[in-house]
């Protein structure tokens, strides 16, 4: 059989792969018939591209219902968010071949594995030098291929600052085909970043959002698992991984620190923490080769696979115990250095690629403090014209009479409060509004609708909802323009009208 290559592979990573590259891949590997493939297609990108998903099960589960019912995980592995960062695309597609090939032994008869090889496809055919150019003086761009697509879709939006408004036709297909469909146990979401002189070859982090959505799932993340995936990708490997983040003084901050992202549920990692499940961010450094950053996404594809695969009912019975919000939920932060420990960094002296290699302990500026934190009411009372946007989060709407009497806070906007937004947020600022919450007994309005935040994604619910939230319903401008001094127009229900 001639062996089945990428474009990575078959031009010496000099290139990466087109649209048309991983479909033709896909459909060889269709074309092998093999009983633990299944493929599928989660919709139709704005330019009318086809979006491939592929299904991976030693025990042919190749339904969501199917998947979850045989009570192991379920991993999804989500590629080109940003079609200009290549090697996760390149790394899964190799990584499926070889699973096919049986390179990970009977890993597929523990999981399910679920895989998005190319989900800013329109971006991925925006090839240009221009595209990620390497300028280390600006620490930016990656070290290859010449070309590659866009940051950004078609229509100019990034997919992983989308999480909440889903306002892109892509964002929309791949909550509503993919993530709410198979609820994953685990997602993967591959990128590549610049930055920092370090070196390791990749870093990755977990939700930041752990004191909105249940802690207990990204405490697993943080002790249990990605120090095991960190040190078999060290032992098998000889690659070294951290935590991601850059120094401060990179950051435009003052002093000494290692300084991760923030928590803005916008981005995909944060907002899936709101949904109590695992997740891991992969950022392979762009500095090294494109043959080293797949090589590295690779592996650590490897290792977590194996890890969820060895302990898929520890994993399944983890999340079954919390599936529900907390019962406080934070819906702003700050940004702190943990106050009982610092990190060693490997990094070089000078301060170049080509610097000696040296170690510094610094802060770790990765300790999120909730700064406003609400007791999660029973519902959220809202405008029927965010019936769809909730149902579209995963919310479940409760059907109520208009004219019912409820127990509610009506909040009363004080005015807006900015804070700099650091850059990656993509936004000149952070903002939310200082509200004041009236007590009372309100009518149901008509039209309006309820959604009950005792549900697994009830914090989500929260995070949107709550008028003083960083990142919900009024500081993404859904509902207009909040008045100081005036009501908005979404309300806690403190209870059940029926008691």
Not at 149 to 166: E, P
Not at 355 to 378: L, S
Not at 428 to 449: I, K, V, Y
Request: with cysteine; charged share 20%.
């Amino acid at each position: 059989m001639t062996a089945l290559l990428t474009r990575a592979e078959h031009s010496g990573y000099t290139e990466t792969s087109s649209h048309a590259d991983v479909m033709d891949f896909v459909s060889q590997l269709q074309s092998r018939h093999d009983p633990r493939l299944h493929v599928a297609y989660f919709g139709t990108s704005p330019e009318g591209r086809a979006l491939p998903l592929l299904v991976l099960s030693g025990r042919g589960l190749h339904t969501p219902e199917q998947a979850h019912a045989s009570g192991i995980p379920v991993v999804l592995v989500i590629c080109g968010i940003h079609a200009g960062e290549v090697e996760g695309k390149e790394a899964a597609l190799m990584w499926v071949r070889d699973l096919l090939g049986g390179a990970q032994g009977d890993v597929l008869d523990h999981c399910t594995l679920v895989v998005v090889p190319l989900f800013n496809a329109d971006g991925n055919e925006r090839l240009s030098p221009e595209n990620r150019a390497l300028d280390l003086s600006r620490l930016s761009g990656q070290d290859g291929p010449a070309l590659v697509g866009t940051r950004n879709t078609a229509a100019g939006i990034n997919l992983n600052r989308d999480y909440i408004r889903q306002e892109a036709a892509e964002s929309r297909l791949l909550q509503q085909q993919v993530y709410l469909r198979w609820n994953p146990h685990l997602t993967i979401d591959c990128h590549a970043t610049n930055g920092s002189i370090h070196r390791y070859a990749l870093t990755y982090d977990i939700p930041h959002t752990e004191h909105s959505g249940r802690r207990e799932p990204v405490a697993y993340m943080r002790e249990r698992m990605m120090p095991a995936v960190q040190e078999a990708v060290r032992q098998r490997d000889g690659l070294d991984l951290f935590w991601y983040g850059n120094f401060v003084r990179d950051e435009g901050g003052q002093g000494q620190g290692w300084i991760t992202y923030t928590h803005h549920p916008r981005f995909g990692c944060n907002y899936r923490g709101l949904g109590n499940r695992l997740d891991l961010l992969l950022e392979a450094y762009a500095y090294i080769s494109f043959r080293e950053r797949v090589a590295v996404t690779y592996a650590v594809l490897r290792e977590a696979l194996r890890y969820v695969a060895q302990h898929a009912e520890e994993i399944v019975a983890l999340l079954a115990e919390c599936s529900m919000p907390p019962d406080e939920v934070a819906v702003r932060y700050r940004l702190d250095p943990y106050p009982d420990h610092s990190v060693r960094v490997l990094t070089r002296e000078p301060y170049t690629l080509h610097g000696n290699p040296i170690e510094v302990d610094v802060p770790h500026y990765a300790h999120f403090v909730p700064t406003a934190v609400v007791p999660r009411p029973w519902a959220y009372a809202v405008p029927g014209a965010l019936a769809g946007f909730l149902r579209g989060h995963g919310l479940t709407l409760t059907r109520m009479a208009s004219g019912t009497p409820l127990e509610v806070e009506v909040p009363l906007m004080q005015g807006m409060v900015s804070e700099p937004g650091p850059g990656i947020l993509e936004s000149q600022a952070s903002t939310h509004w200082d509200t004041r919450w009236m007590p009372g007994r309100r009518a149901l309005p008509e039209g309006w609708c309820v959604v009950e935040t005792q549900q697994p994604r009830g914090a989500v619910a929260v995070y949107l909802c709550e008028a003083g939230s960083d990142d919900g319903i009024v500081s993404n401008g859904l509902l207009g323009e909040p008045v100081p001094g005036q009501e908005w127009p979404v309300w806690r229900i403190l209870r059940s009208p029926q008691g």
